[in-house]
C-alpha cells in the first residue's frame, strides 16, 4: 500500500530522468526490487521496481539488488561488475529458446545469490558467462533447460564460454539438475585463449546429459584449474564428472568427497587432463565407474582411498590409472 | 508471513500516534553511543530512526538501533532492507537474518569494533565495499568476535595494509576469541580474512570454518610479525581458498610470540602460492587439498621446521612444485 501511494510529484520527477534499457549507470549502490514494485519507481527500498532489468539500470559499478520479498523479477544482462542478491525467495524465467541471466562483463565481479531460474523447458540456458573477472554463484536452482538437439549452447544451467582473460569461478550451494545438456559447463570458445580458476562445492547436478563438464576441445591455449568437492552427479545419462583436455591447454581438475552414482559413466577423463580423485563414492553407474581416455600416458591419479565398485565395469578406458600418494 | 499482513504491519507503523512520536523525539538520542534500555532492538525497511526501535515502532538504521539498547543487547532486523554502517563500542548482538546489508562508505568501514572485553556477535549479514570502502568488519578490541552467515566482498585497497579487507582484526592487548563460520570474504583487494596486531602482545583464539576466502590478494592472514609477545592459537577448518592473487593461506609470527595454527580439510587451489608459513609458527597439516596452485603447494618457511603434516595431504600438480621444504613427519595419527 505504501508503495503504490507515491506522491505523483516523486513519480513525475523519476519518469523525467533518462533511463536507458539494460545499461548500468545509475547512481545508485543499493537498488531494490519487490513483487508490489513497478519499474517506473527509482528502485529504492521504499519505491522498489519490478524487475531485475530495470533495478540494474538504477546501480552504478559494483553495485547491488536485492530482492525485498518472494516474486518473479525477470531475466537480465549484465555488462559490469554487480551483485544480485535474490535472497533464496528470487525467480527468474527465461523466455523461450533464452536465457535467464547473460553476462558479458569483461573483467568485473559479478555474484549470484540466492536465484531459481527455470526454463520451464522451453528456455536454452540458466547463466552464460561471456567474460567476467569473477563469478560467484551460492544458494542458486538452475533447472528445466532445454536442448535444442545440436551444439553446445543449449540445456545448460550454468555455461561459462569466455574467450580471453582470466575468468575465477566460484559455485557454491547450488543445484544444477534437470536439464538437457550440462549441469554446470565451462567450455571456452572455439580458438580462446582463456584462463580460469574455478571452485565448485556442495553442488548438486543430477538428471541431465551431464553434471559437470570441463571441457577445454575448443581451446587452443590457457590454463584451467578446477576444484571440485563435497558435490552430488547422479542420474546423469551420459557423465556424472567429465573433463576434456585440448591441443593446447594446461588442465588440472581435483575431485575430492564427491558422489558419482547412477549416471552412465562416473567420472571421465579424456585427453590432455591432469585429474586427481580422492575420498568419493563412485557406484552404481550403468557403464563405466571412471574411464582414464588421458593422454599421453595416464595422468588420472587416485589416492588410493575412492569407493569403486558395483558399476558395470568399475575402471575402464583406453589408461590404467595412475597413483598419488598423500604427504 | 504474507505479503498481505507484511503490508499491514508496514501501515500500522505508518499510523503510530503522533503523540507517541512527539514523545520519542523529546528523548535524547545520543549518536552511535549503546546507553539505551532495551535488550532487544529492531530494524526494518520501513522504519524511522525517530522510533524508539521496538518491534511495533522498528528503526531505519542498525547505528540508531544500537543506541537503543543496553550492553550485551541485541539488533534485529524484520526484514530484508539496508541499514548502513555501525560503530560497536561495547558488547552486542547484531542479527541481520540473512537479509541485511550495509553498504561501507567510500574509504571506510562496514562495522567498526571497538568494544574493549565486550563479546560481539554478527550474524546474517551483507557487507559490501563497492569498490569504493575500505574493509569490511574492521575490530579493533573485542573479549569475542563471533561472525556467522556473512558476506564481506568488494572492498579496496589503498594500497596500506589495513584497507582491502573483508574481516579485520588487530588487536593490541588482552585476549580475543575469534569465530568465523559459514562465511564468504571474496574478492577483496588485500586480505579476505586477517588476524593482524600492529604492535603489543595480544592474545587470541581462532576458529574459521566453512569459509570460503577466494579471489583476494591473501584469502587467510594469520600475522603476528609486528607483535611483541602473545600466544595465537587458530583453527582452519573445511574451507576453501582459491584463486588468490598472493596466497591462500599464509601464517607468520615475530620470534617473540607464539603461533599456533591447525589447517584441516581444507581446499587451496589455483592461487598463487597454496599455503605459506613462516617464522616460528608451528603449522599442523591434515586432511587437505593442495592443488594447481601457481607456484608452490606448500612454502615451509619455518626454522626450525614447525610445519607438521599428517600424510593425509593431497599436494599435488602445484605448477613450480609441490613443497619449497620438506614437512616434519615427526606427528603421527593416534
Not at chain 1, 535472497?87 to 569483461?106: K, L, M, Q, V
Not at chain 1, 536454452?124 to 569473477?134: L, M, Q, R, T
Not at chain 2, 507503523?13 to 532492538?41: C, D, E, F, H, I
Request: aromatic share 6%.
Amino acid at each position: 500500500m505504501t508503495r503504490i501511494n507515491v506522491p505523483l510529484a516523486v513519480l513525475t520527477a523519476t519518469l523525467a530522468l533518462a533511463l536507458p534499457a539494460q545499461a548500468q549507470n545509475g547512481s545508485l549502490t543499493r537498488s531494490f526490487v519487490s513483487s508490489s514494485g513497478v519499474d517506473s519507481n527509482p528502485c529504492t527500498i521504499t519505491q522498489p521496481c519490478a524487475t531485475f532489468a530495470h533495478a540494474y539500470t538504477a546501480v552504478g559499478a559494483n553495485g547491488i539488488i536485492a530482492a525485498l520479498d518472494p516474486g518473479k523479477y525477470g531475466p537480465l544482462t549484465i555488462t559490469t561488475g554487480v551483485t544480485i542478491n535474490g535472497n533464496g525467495w528470487s525467480a527468474i524465467t527465461a523466455p523461450a529458446s533464452g536465457t535467464g541471466i547473460i553476462i558479458t562483463a569483461g573483467t568485473a565481479n559479478v555474484t549470484l545469490i540466492g536465484l531459481e531460474i527455470d526454463g520451464a523447458q522451453a528456455g536454452y540456458n540458466g547463466i552464460v558467462v561471456n567474460s567476467a573477472g569473477s563469478l560467484t554463484v551460492t544458494n542458486c536452482t538452475l533447472q528445466n533447460f532445454v536442448y535444442s538437439g545440436n551444439g553446445i549452447g543449449t540445456g545448460n544451467g550454468i555455461l561459462m564460454q569466455p574467450s580471453s582473460g582470466s575468468l575465477d569461478f566460484t559455485i557454491t550451494g547450488t543445484n544444477a539438475s534437470n536439464n538437457g545438456y550440462v549441469g554446470v559447463f565451462y567450455y571456452p570458445s572455439s580458438g580462446s585463449l582463456a584462463n580460469a580458476v574455478g571452485v565448485i562445492d556442495n553442488v548438486t547436478a543430477n538428471a541431465n546429459l551431464s553434471g559437470i563438464s570441463i571441457d577445454l576441445a575448443a581451446a587452443s591455449n590457457g590454463t584451467t584449474v578446477v576444484t571440485v568437492s563435497n558435490s552430488t552427479t547422479s542420474d546423469n545419462t551420459n557423465t556424472g564428472i567429465i573433463a576434456d583436455g585440448g591441443s593446447g591447454p594446461t588442465v588440472k581438475v581435483s575431485i575430492d568427497q564427491v558422489s558419482a552414482s547412477g549416471n552412465g559413466d562416473g567420472v571421465t577423463a579424456n585427453g590432455a587432463v591432469s585429474m586427481v580423485l580422492g575420498r568419493s563414492v563412485i557406484t552404481g553407474n550403468t557403464n563405466i565407474g571412471v574411464a582414464d581416455n588421458t593422454t599421453p600416458g595416464s595422468t588420472l591419479y587416485t589416492y588410493g582411498d575412492n569407493r569403486i565398485n558395483l558399476n558395470a565395469q568399475n575402471l575402464g578406458g583406453t589408461q590404467s590409472l595412475s597413483s598419488f600418494s598423500q604427504q | 508471513m504474507t505479503q498481505r499482513s507484511a503490508e499491514a504491519k508496514i501501515m500500522i507503523r505508518m499510523l503510530t500516534p503522533l503523540a507517541l512520536l512527539a514523545a520519542t523525539l523529546a528523548l535524547p538520542q545520543p549518536t552511535q553511543a549503546q546507553n539505551g534500555t532495551l535488550t532487544r532492538s529492531f530494524v526494518s525497511s520501513s522504519g524511522v530512526d525517530t522510533n524508539p526501535c521496538t518491534i511495533t515502532q522498528p528503526c531505519a538504521s542498525f547505528a540508531q538501533a544500537y543506541t537503543a539498547i543496553g550492553a550485551n543487547g541485541i539488533i534485529a532486523a524484520l526484514d530484508p532492507g539496508k541499514y548502513g554502517p555501525l560503530t560497536i563500542s561495547t558488547g552486542v548482538t547484531v542479527n541481520g537474518n540473512g537479509w541485511s546489508a550495509i553498504t561501507a562508505p567510500a574509504n571506510g568501514n562496514g562495522i567498526t569494533i571497538e568494544a574493549g572485553s565486550g563479546n560481539v556477535t554478527l550474524i546474517g549479514l551483507e557487507i559490501d565495499g563497492a569498490g569504493v570502502g575500505y574493509d569490511g568488519i574492521f575490530d579493533n578490541s573485542a573479549g569475542s568476535l563471533t561472525v556467522t552467515d556473512c558476506t564481506l566482498q568488494n572492498f579496496h585497497w589503498s594500497g596500506a595494509a589495513t584497507t582491502g579487507v573483508g574481516i579485520l582484526m588487530q588487536p593490541t592487548s588482552g585476549t580475543l576469541d575469534f569465530t568465523i563460520t559459514n562465511t564468504n570474504a571474496s574478492n577483496n583487494g588485500y586480505v579476505g580474512i586477517l588476524y593482524a596486531p600492529p604492535s603489543g602482545s595480544p592474545n587470541a583464539n581462532g576458529a574459521i570454518d566453512h569459509v570460503v576466502a577466494n579471489a583476494n590478494q591473501t584469502g587467510i592472514y594469520i600475522n603476528t610479525h609486528s607483535t611483541t609477545g602473545g600466544t595465537t592459537v587458530v583453527t582452519l577448518s573445511n574451507s576453501i581458498v582459491s584463486a588468490n592473487d598472493v596466497t591462500g593461506i599464509w601464517v607468520v609470527n615475530s620470534s617473540s610470540s607464539t603461533l599456533k595454527a591447525s589447517i584441516d580439510n581444507l581446499n587451496a587451489s589455483g592461487n598463487e602460492a597454496g599455503i605459506v608459513a613462516s617464522g616460528t609458527a608451528g603449522v599442523l597439516l591434515g586432511g587437505s587439498v593442495i592443488f594447481g596452485n601457481v607456484t608452490y603447494g606448500v612454502e615451509n618457511g619455518t626454522s626450525p621446521n614447525t610445519f607438521y603434516t599428517y600424510d593425509t595431504n593431497r599436494i599435488n600438480l602445484n605448477r613450480f612444485g609441490d613443497l619449497t621444504n620438506t614437512l616434519s613427519t615427526s606427528f603421527s595419527q593416534q
